[in-house]
Structures are given as structure tokens and as C-alpha cells.
């Protein structure tokens, strides 16, 4: 299906730019993820390849913290940037709520507000990551760990950060999907062999002869476990909740009745990726202070909060996909707004009135449907960490679902762009024949 949709769209030219736009970016920032930062010896990070932050850095960023490369950062300053801003315009800031009223001049504002914000957030992330991790690691991290050191190795991995966010905008602007996803979806492909390669030495290379068939029914039970994902993960994604809409003024030709489709996960993938992004930010920058002070119990528990591999941190860890799930979907879907336009096209729910009643009507089935929405992210997300705690399971494991999430989501979504376009040019092609 997908293959037939994508040789459908690769005959139009317009999405052939597109699609050869996005992998020349894609292609740009893999080659940056290889280019490690000056002064630091990457090889050090592999006696920390089981830390819980570790990996969740490496997801957000892309795969780029597994070599400390110049965008080792990735997006995950941006994205908390931009969980900030969307904060503060829900009546804490008012200069923020009013350039949120302001249409696209108030957009670019709020952009600009974002960009200032992630550019603080990413200097001091730097910092925190560089120095929590050169304590942590038995072999320096930092080659010569001076203050002008951290600060010029602050300034690189921010400018990384920056770069790459702006890459993730042109392929928004300019090229094929979301930038972010975009971005993440590439690092996520791109780590795929090295998982499977180190499955494969923990469960067959490193086992004695009689513990092999334990490994194929381990490696037979984990393949069962990512379709079963994949087919559940798939069919919430893609399914929708069917308003059913009236019309009460018809232009000619037009249909009496028709349904607002919403999806079921309204929110998507991005809570998990905001949920991911905040979760790996507070860790790192506690990395650092745990570096100088080693027995301050109030950092071993924020540290443990913040940590996925513990039961408190798992609970955080789901709280903030729930949370995030239902501030994003109506976020995405705005009841108010909603309301509004069914009113001025003449249309309404049967058996609700319009205004305030239709308001209300979609504020409450949100929060239904951000209820099943968040609880199916929240599990998809922890029952592989719970698995890899439970039965001590290889920690490439641990947030597989969360990939798995990632993967899925951007490829439904991009399937459906590439549909758009098809769609659009037979819309195109049917006015010219008029």
C-alpha cells in the first residue's frame, strides 16, 4: 500500500523536490552526527552505554550523543523551549497570550521567543552533560576539563543545537513531513542495526551452546512482542472518532450531512517526545551537580525521579506523557475555535447547540478521547521498560516502545502527505478539465 502510494507521488514533480530536499537534510545531519566535538574522547561513553538518561538523549537527539558529536544535542533544548512558550500562553504571560492572538506576525514572534529560550536552555544542557558525564566516566571525557574547556565545548554543542533545529525547519518549510519527527525518525532508523547487532552478541555470540535455544525463544518472543506493537500502534493511530454534522444552509450541490473526523490519539506521538525531551533535560544538568557533590541525597532523588529504570521514575515518566497528551490535543484541536467555524459554515451537531454548547460538547469528548489516547501512549511506552527490568532483558530493549511510537507515528503521517498530494493533483486535474 504504502509503496504503491509512494511510486504514485514520485511521478509528481513537485513531491520528487520535496522528498530529495528532506534526505539531502536528513543526509546533512547524519553526517554531522559523526563529527565528534574537539577535545573529547568519545570512546569513554561506552562504560556508559546502560545509563537510563544516556539513551534517552540519544533518542531525542537522533543517535548523536553515542559519539558526543557536534549535534549531540539534537532537539531536545527546542523542544523544551517550545513546551515553555506554549505554557506561558495559557494566561501566565500576558505579552505571550497577546502575540498568540496576533496570527502570523504574532507566530514569528513566539518563534523567535523560542529559538532566544532554546539557545539558554542548550548552553546550560551542554555544560551539565559535559561535566556530569566526564565525572561519571572511569576514563576522562574531557582530555584537559578547565573552565574555558567547558565553556567552548558549551558554545559548539549549542551552535549543533541551533543548526540542527534549523534543518528541522527547513524540512518543515521546504520538504517532506515534520522536521522534528523528521529528524528523530532518522537517528531511530540509523540505530536499528547496532541494536540488532547487539542482540544478537548478548543472546548467540556470548552464550554457551546449550543456551541457544533459550535465545531463539527469547529473540521468537521479542519478534511477536514488536508486531503485536506495531499492529496495536498502527490501528489506534489511525483510528478516528466520526462527528456527525449538519448543514442548515446548502449551497447547491452540497451534502445535508457530513462528520467532523477526530482521531482517537488526537495528540500523536508528540506528548512521548516532550514526555522524552523534559524527562532527559532535568537528568543531565543533576548529572552535573552529582559530579561535585556525591552524597547530597535530595540530587540521588531527583536523579532517581528522573530516571525511567525506577518505579518513581516510570510513574513521572507516564505522568508527563498523560499530562502533555491532554495539554497537546487540545493544543491541536481547539474546542473555542471548533465551535466557532461550525457556526460560521452553517453547520451543527445534531442534538447540540451551537456556541457554547458545541464548545462544551468538544471540550468533554477531548478529554475522552485524550484519556484512551494518553493511556495508550503511557503503555506502549513503559511495557517495554518493565520488561527489561522484570526479566533483566538487554537495556536496548528498554525504550523500544517509545521508537517503536516514534517510527509508526511518522510513517502514518507521512503516508497520509504523500496522499494529500495525489489528492490534490486529481482535485487539480479534474478543474482543469472544466
Known sequence: MFLKILKEALKLKNVRRKIIFTLFIIFVFRLGTHITVPGINAKSLEQLADLPFLNLLNLVSGNAMSSFSVFALGVSPYITASIIVQLLQMDILPQFVEWGKQGEVGRRKLNQATRYISLVLAFIQSIGITAGFNALSSVQLVTTPTWQTYVIIGIILTSGSMIVTWLGEQISDKGFGNGVSMIIFSGIIASIPGAISSIHEDYFVNVKSSELTNSWIFVGLLLLAVLLIVFFT????????????????????????????????????????????????????????????????????????FSYQTPAGMGIYALLIILFSFFYTFVQVNPEKTAENLQKNGSYIPRVRPGRETEAYMSSLLKKLATVGSVFLALISLIPIVAQQVFDLTSTVALGGTSLLILISTGIDSMKQLEGYLLKKKYVGFMNTK
Not at 478516528?240 to 467532523?260: D, F, M, N, R, V
Request: no cysteine; charged share 5%; net charge positive.
Open 234 to 305: 498502527t490501528f489506534v493511530q489511525q483510528a478516528e472518532y466520526k462527528i456527525p454534522i449538519q448543514y442548515t444552509k446548502l449551497a447547491q450541490g452540497a451534502p445535508t450531512s457530513s462528520y467532523l473526523p477526530l482521531k482517537v490519539n488526537p495528540a500523536g506521538v508528540i506528548p512521548v517526545i516532550f514526555a522524552s525531551s523534559i524527562t532527559a533535560a532535568p537528568s543531565s544538568i543533576l548529572a552535573f551537580f552529582q559530579s561535585s557533590h556525591h552524597d547530597v541525597p535530595w540530587l540521588n532523588t531527583l536523579q532517581n525521579l
